[in-house]
């Protein structure tokens, strides 16, 4: 910056015992604290560093970051950390709104093409009992009865056995078990396997869209900016097997209006399912699929809603030739 007379200021500096001590500038600064936290030899973590220092400080610099706003900030990250419990994570929360873990989530994706997208993990996976094709996760009661089915494949077309697919859905009233106090263990989630030929199916309910927790210092950042808190319906599935990537990812509802709305960005067109209205009761006598009735062109009609869905896994083995960093 030029001094009060024009001329370029100078760096003042003063001989200490051993050292040259330089003050520390606008313009110095950053480069000194990459230079001090660079003396390691991992080179990703020096990387990580030397990248995160420059783009805070350039941050910093390019808004012209205000004392009261710096302030506003600590604060508001220390409420963050506050917020967390073992049953509440609202840094993750925080990255998710603010579209860091969808970007995360579709830097690594692109190392494998033509399987399954992936999509948002979100906080409510939890542990659930194990379960056989044809039986229901969810209590009676809880939602409009709904049918999922489909076939976990390999890249070429191969059926997967014994997938283990880990699944999770709110009940028909948007809730999470985990959010319900009347809830003391597992509803509207459980895990099973693939058949031999790669099947699956398994009865939950028709998922409805529902608001991500926004009674903490999350939520209003998304009042702040304007924003609605509501997810598009949809059904979680975390799919694993010994000789596959795990696969993270979920189904939407292609009717939820939210989908372009989604707090955390997490729905995908690929993941964008159809969820059609079923009358062939051989077919929920087959599935064990629990019929409903519902009104069609204002007559009572017996069915159940249907989601379908074939999931390609990635082979670990290609996987980890395309991994750009360990
Ligand atoms: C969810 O889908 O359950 C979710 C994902 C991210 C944040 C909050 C909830
Ligand atoms: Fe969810």
Redesign the pocket.
């Known amino acids: 910056m030029p001094s009060a007379e024009g001329a370029p200021s100078s760096i003042n500096s003063t001989e200490t015992n051993g050292a040259k001590l330089e003050d520390l500038t606008a313009d110095n600064l950053t480069q000194h604290v990459i230079k001090i936290s660079s003396n390691i030899s991992n080179e990703r973590v020096k990387y990580i560093f030397s990248k995160l220092i420059q783009h805070a400080h350039d941050f910093v610099r390019e808004v012209d970051l205000q004392r009261d706003e710096w302030e506003a900030s600590w604060q508001f990250l220390t409420e963050v950390g506050q917020a967390c419990s073992p049953d509440r994570q609202e840094i ?2 925080l990255s ?2 603010l579209g860091i ?1 969808a970007l995360v989530d579709t830097i690594n994706s692109r190392q494998s093409p033509g399987t399954t997208e992936s ?7 939890n542990d659930s009992h194990f379960f056989e094709n044809g039986d229901s996760i969810s209590s009676t009661g809880a939602g409009d009865s709904m049918l999922i089915r489909g076939t976990v494949k390999d890249l070429h077309g191969n059926p997967v056995h014994g997938a283990l697919l880990d699944i ?1 859905e ?1 009940n028909g009233n948007g809730h ?1 078990d985990m959010q319900d106090p009347e809830k003391d263990g597992p509803d509207c989630r459980g895990r099973f396997y693939s058949d031999e030929e790669g099947k699956f199916y398994i009865n939950g309910v028709k998922p409805v869209d ?1 608001p ?2 926004y009674d903490g210092p999350v939520g209003k950042v998304l009042d702040l900016l304007n924003r609605q808190a509501y ?1 598009p319906a ?1 059904v ?1 599935f975390l799919i694993s097997h010994p000789s596959f990537e795990k696969l993270n990812t ?1 189904l939407y509802n292609r009717e939820s209006p939210r989908l372009v709305l989604d ?2 960005f ?1 729905a995908k067109s690929s993941l964008t399912k159809d969820i059609v209205w079923c009358e062939d009761l051989e077919m929920a006598k087959i599935h064990k699929t629990r019929p409903i009735v519902r009104k069609v062109d204002g007559q009572d009609r017996e069915g159940f809603w249907l989601l379908e869905h074939d999931f390609i896994l990635a082979d670990k083995q290609e996987v980890k030739k395309r991994k750009t960093h360990d």
């Not at 999509?119 to 996976?125: A, E, N, Q, R, W």
């Open positions: 993750i929360l998710d709104v873990s999509s948002v993990l979100g906080p409510f996976h999770w709110t999470y529902y991500v927790p997810r949809h979680h979920a707090p955390v997490g």
